[in-house]
């Protein structure tokens, strides 16, 4: 059985999404502000951990599964343009976050879970693999992590204290969306009504 268009996602949910963050008066450091840019980020990931389970569940075939993961991916991770610089910031990290949490779960779809190693291992990898400046294998590590949680394991945060900032820190940083999203896949409001 295969789901309706946009079952999962749309266009239209970004650009809502986009357009109160444009709205909105953003300091990163406030708390309502770091919340809503989680929130666009957590709305995401639940997308993506709903057609994930879709797929699980036989729901839908591998084709529509990936279909589906490659039409969200190509609506958020496009180019935003926002005056503001520094929300247009704000957004480029939030999609660098989620660009982990894409390639996990079209590499999970397409290949089932990677079995060579834990969570935390990849994670520790794809760190070493940074610092070498080798960024499509830290990219690789980190979703490979990415697919053994959506098989079901846990990612312990404490793996990334000790690391620098970097990417790989927002990579892991949309994993732990994704894996609220996996063990919770509770819609998150684009207005508060």
């Known amino acids: 059985m295969s789901a309706p268009p946009e ?3 749309s266009e239209e949910r970004w650009q809502n999404w986009l357009d109160r963050i444009k709205d909105e008066d953003i300091d990163p450091e406030n708390e309502d502000s770091a919340r809503l840019l989680l929130n666009l980020q957590d709305d995401v990931a639940i997308a993506v951990a709903k057609i994930v389970t879709a797929y699980n569940d036989d729901d ?9 993961l490659t039409d969200i991916r190509e609506t958020v991770l496009a180019e935003v343009e926002f005056e503001d610089e520094e929300k247009a910031m704000l957004i480029d990290g939030v999609q660098t976050s989620l660009l982990c949490v894409f390639y996990a ?5 397409a ?19 940074e610092a070498a400046e080798d960024l499509d294998s830290a990219l690789g590590l980190v979703s490979a992590g990415g ?6 394991d846990e990612l312990d945060m404490s793996v990334t204290e000790d690391m620098d900032y970097g990417l790989v820190t927002e990579w892991v940083n949309g994993l732990d969306s994704l894996q ?3 063990s ?9 009504k």
């Open 7 to 9: 079952e999962f996602y």
């Open 60 to 68: 839908i075939d591998e084709e529509t599964a990936l279909g589906e």
């Open 105 to 109: 779960s079209e590499e999970y779809v």
């Open 111 to 129: 290949h089932g879970p990677a079995e060579d190693a834990e969570v935390e291992e990849y994670i520790l990898e794809a760190q070493k693999a």
């Open 147 to 152: 697919t053994r949680i959506i098989a079901g």
């Open 180 to 182: 609220s999203a996996m």
């Open 184 to 192: 919770d896949p509770e819609v998150v409001e684009e207005e508060d």
